[in-house]
């Protein structure tokens, strides 16, 4: 299925622009290592350009063509972009499958779900205009007080690789939606679907400067974006260790952000359970989108009574998993994103067993695929809490395992790890389930199931996954400014100072 790859620059004040330095960047193929096309490579010049084309749209006609028009008019543009994604959706899709290596059928539903943000999005930017000016309740009958929720400005959104269009409409929409300017830089491993949702903006002609999107190195372009001094606010999604340098640097200025980081989130499954239905949802926790998931529930904590036999369930449903080219009808696993990617999970596997641990399933490359950064589903076994596989983010499709015996043991273990993005309990109990729910130290939960993500609902964690919530009205939030007004309304004279006595 021959894909062509579009040619596109940088996207600048709603114009194609070259980068200043001219560099390229190439895109790799991870299905077929082949380099199939290159990227604009974006610096710190280019991030100027950009940030002065943002502040522009803010300003232009003192607001009212963008920041502070009403909602609705913001709303249309949103819907036609959602229009557009959908009817470039095979295309999308491919482009997407192609430039990152998940599935074609998961790459076509994550533009369904791009298509429904900005949907969602226009609807809240429509409600925001009924919210304005929401009186604030007060003490004193002399005064009278509401509330203004403005754009914070210009927002820097970086992205990662995994969910490259989806996880940059997380942040754009809500950023358009609220009336904020920004400056989204995808990262360079899968930017062409960023790109495309570019040419998408010039085709809604979405005001020029609203929306700039600059591909590019981390270092080069990224850092850059997040240290300006006119950028208002940064939302990045991606590794921890990027994320604290992005907090630091922040911080210099004072500058808010919001940080969706790692994760080793915890899949609990209890004795009481349909084996085979806690088995799919458990490998789906870990091995949709390749295993390139913050959220991925790579650490399963299995009842000791049902220990064995749940893990040769596990095995058999592996066996059934179909690993092959994205573009392949039925592929259910791809490759990792790229070469670095694949050592990184390679490693992690050696080490593993270099620990102690025993490879049950999986653990190297799939015997009929010679080329492309594929990886077998790995399950590992006789984990113990010290070792690398069980504290680290992989971030590649490697499960690991161990038993518990009661429902506190299983807390315990669950909450053992630095992060706490997500969490998963399957039992039938739903008792259980509640208290688990409470105990676990995530910012997100799934009860019976793995993974399932919907736009309405809040998406975050806590501890080192970061701070801040992104989707629901919770993601426009982010972007929003709350201004306080009040007026005083008696026609009495203050009285707090002694008033000049008049002349005579």
């Known amino acids: 299925m021959a894909v062509a790859i579009p040619s596109r620059q940088l996207f600048i004040d709603g114009e194609w622009r ?46 009212r063509d963008w920041a502070s028009a009403s909602g609705a008019h913001r709303a249309k543009y949103l819907r036609a972009i959602a229009a557009k994604i959908t009817e470039r959706k095979s295309e999308l899709a491919k482009l997407e499958a192609i430039d990152c290596g998940k599935p074609l059928e998961e790459a076509a539903w994550d533009i369904d779900d791009v298509a429904a943000c900005f949907e969602y999005y226009a609807d809240l930017a429509k409600g925001l205009d009924a919210k304005q000016k929401a009186p604030v309740s007060l003490p004193m009958n002399t005064f009278k007080s509401h509330v203004l929720k403005e754009p914070i400005g210009v927002v820097g959104l970086i992205t990662p690789w995994n969910y490259p269009l989806l996880m940059a409409t997380w942040k754009v929409a809500p950023a358009l939606a609220a009336g904020c300017a920004a400056i989204l830089k995808p990262s360079e491993l899968s930017s062409i679907t960023c790109l495309e949702l570019a040419e998408v903006c010039r085709e809604v002609r979405l005001p020029r400067g609203a929306l700039n999107i600059l591909t590019g190195l981390g270092s080069e372009a990224g850092a850059p974006l997040a240290s300006h001094p006119h950028v208002d606010k940064i939302a990045f999604t991606g590794s921890t260790v990027t994320g604290s340098k992005i907090m630091t640097a922040a911080a210099q200025i004072v500058k808010p952000v919001t940080l969706e980081l790692g994760g080793k989130s915890p899949i609990v499954v209890f004795e009481d359970v349909d084996l085979d239905k806690a088995a799919e949802w458990t490998l789906f926790g870990c091995f949709w989108t390749n295993g390139q998931i913050c959220s991925a529930t790579s650490r399963l904590l299995v009842q000791e009574s049902i220990a064995t036999e749940f893990l040769d369930r596990l095995v058999k449903w592996v066996k059934n998993i179909k690993i092959s080219d994205p573009m392949e009808e039925g592929c259910r696993l791809g490759p990792v994103v790229n070469s670095g990617q694949y050592e990184k999970v390679m490693k992690f596997i050696m080490t593993a067993k270099s620990e102690g641990a025993t490879v049950l399933c999986g653990g190297g490359r799939p015997q009929h695929l010679k080329k492309g950064y594929f990886v077998e589903p790995t399950i590992i076994t006789d984990i113990t809490t010290s070792m690398q596989i069980w504290r680290e983010e992989v971030f590649g499709p ?107």
């Open 18 to 63: 070259e980068p200043v330095n001219g560099k390229r960047i190439p895109i790799v193929n991870p299905a077929t290592e082949e380099i199939i096309g290159t990227i604009p490579a974006a610096t710190a010049e280019d991030v100027n350009i950009a940030v002065d084309a943002a502040r522009r749209a803010l300003a232009r006609n003192r607001g």
């Open 398 to 504: 490697v499960l690991c395992v161990k038993t518990f015996r009661t429902e506190d043991e299983a807390i315990e273990l669950a909450n053992d790890t630095r992060y706490g993005l997500a969490a998963a309990v399957i039992s039938n109990d739903l008792e259980r389930c509640e208290r688990v729910t409470k105990a676990f130290q995530s910012g997100i939960v799934w009860v019976n199931c793995s993974q399932p993500c919907f736009c309405q609902a809040p998406w975050g964690g806590k501890k080192r996954s970061g701070f801040g919530r992104e989707l629901g009205e919770w993601g426009l939030d982010n972007y929003l400014s709350v201004k306080q007004v009040t007026r005083y309304i008696s026609n009495e004279p203050w009285g707090w100072y002694v008033a000049p006595k008049p002349k005579l």
